[in-house]
């Protein structure tokens, strides 16, 4: 069984500065994980994902993310808010039957 | 592409009615999922289809069926339904050949349970 932890449901930054979201997996294998980003009353839309390829996973919008299996994380940051960044964040774990396990997710609000 | 089309967006029942909420895409994708959204908790996944003809029960899959008549549609029935299924509800496809392909959403359908 695979669970997701998302370490903050809410995550609020001034535009310009740093984002950092962060996330926990439990595996009992070589996990594939992904990040999800929705914007209000709209769908999820894919921000980037980790297949067990390099660490460091970049994704859409500036965003990037790096896997780190010592610390069963995958933690996503940009280096600058914009104020379109606001949205829900999900960091999803997937298992080999397909099956796609969300984290609480993280709501951003970015300051003008 | 239209991608993953859901109807209806919104949607009001009186407790005990029942609906069937339509999902369908046009990617030819074999892998098909329903989930819905409730604040705080993330997605969680109701059931799930692998192929035409084949259907299996997600986390929480009590008061919903599925079936999965064509690789194009995946529909959700509610039977009768119940304050607690009030919920936005998303539908999501991707190809089955790599577990790590991405999967597309719908817009989501907003449902209400009076």
């Known amino acids: 069984a695979q669970s997701v932890t998302q370490l903050d449901s809410h995550v609020s930054v001034s535009e310009g500065t740093p984002v950092l979201l962060r996330c926990n997996y439990s595996s009992s294998y070589s996990p594939s994980l992904f990040w999800y980003v929705q914007h209000p009353n709209k769908g999820l839309q894919l921000l980037l994902k980790?297949?067990?390829?390099?660490?460091l996973v970049k994704g859409i919008n500036g965003f990037e993310a790096e896997f780190k299996k010592s610390e069963t994380s995958f933690h996503l940051t940009k280096p600058s808010a914009h104020m379109s960044d606001a949205a829900e964040y999900f960091c999803v774990v997937i298992s080999n039957d397909y099956k796609l396990s969300f984290g609480a997710g993280t709501t951003v609000t970015v300051r003008a | 592409n239209a991608g993953v089309t859901q109807t209806p967006k919104f949607q009001v029942l009186k407790t005990g009615q029942s609906m069937t909420l339509q999902c369908a895409q046009d990617?030819?994708?074999?892998?098909m999922s329903w989930y819905r959204q409730d604040p705080g908790m993330g997605l969680r996944l109701i059931h799930y289809s692998v192929g035409a003809g084949i259907t299996d029960q997600g986390e929480v899959p009590n008061g919903y069926n599925v079936s999965r008549s064509t690789t194009e549609d995946f529909p959700l029935r509610l039977l009768s339904a119940a304050p607690s299924q009030t919920s936005v509800y998303f539908c999501?496809?991707?190809?089955?050949?790599?577990?790590?392909?991405?999967?597309?959403f719908g817009p989501g359908t907003r449902l209400t349970v009076l």
């Open positions: 980790y297949t067990s390829a390099a660490t």
């Open positions: 990617m030819n994708h074999e892998y």
């Open positions: 999501a496809s991707s190809s089955a050949g790599v577990v790590t392909d991405t999967q597309y």
